[in-house]
């Protein structure tokens, strides 16, 4: 499982000129799902994008996690981030999972991230999104487990 975390000093995602899901302060997830993650896998990414340290403390070092600045979490599927680019020219997606192991997945990352943090939102799964952030930093790391 990969996700691309960017802390964002705001964002949201849209669906046919709707709003599904809306931060303030906090980071972007962009989750993509294997073919070999489970949802052990699921729980693991979880906890690194909670507990990674990527907002500064007051000595301006990153060292506080989402909970500890009490920031939203928007989370979106993001298939293309399976992809394979070692050869050619063009991505292979070979490694990504199949859409329903994947919206299964995605599914219980989302369940879990509500059961443990308040403030999530999300995308919606396999639909056309538009996706606004402002970056703040700029500040972008690629987790996997």
Same mark, same amino acid.
């Given at each position: 499982? %990969? +996700?691309? #975390?960017?802390? /964002?000093?705001?964002?949201? &995602?849209? /669906?046919?000129?709707?709003? =599904? +899901?809306? #931060?303030?302060?906090?980071? &972007?997830?962009?989750? !993509? &799902? ?7 896998? !699921? ?6 994008? @909670?507990?990674?340290?990527?907002? $500064?403390?007051?000595? +301006? %070092? ?11 979490? @928007?989370?979106? $599927?993001?298939?293309? @981030?399976? !992809?394979?680019?070692? %050869?050619?020219?063009?991505? $292979? ?6 859409? *329903? ?8 990352? /989302?369940?879990? !991230?509500?059961?443990?943090? *308040?403030? #999530?939102? =999300? +995308?919606?799964? *396999? ?6 952030? #402002? ?7 690629? @987790?996997?487990?």
């Amino acid at each position: 499982m %990969k +996700g691309l #975390i960017q802390r /964002v000093s705001s964002a949201r &995602v849209k /669906v046919d000129n709707r709003t =599904t +899901g809306e #931060i303030q302060h906090g980071l &972007v997830l962009l989750l !993509a &799902v294997q073919h070999n993650d489970t949802e052990t896998s !699921a729980d693991r990414l979880l906890e690194k994008v @909670l507990s990674y340290r990527v907002f $500064s403390d007051e000595d +301006g %070092k990153m060292n506080l996690n989402l909970q500890q600045v009490a920031g939203g979490l @928007l989370v979106v $599927s993001q298939f293309t @981030l399976a !992809a394979d680019t070692q %050869k050619g020219l063009r991505p $292979s997606f070979s490694t990504a999972a199949h859409p *329903a192991q994947a919206q299964a997945l995605y599914d219980y990352f /989302v369940e879990r !991230a509500n059961a443990r943090y *308040a403030q #999530i939102a =999300t +995308g919606e799964f *396999a639909a056309d999104m538009q996706v606004e952030l #402002i970056n703040d930093g700029p500040v972008t790391f690629m @987790l996997e487990v």
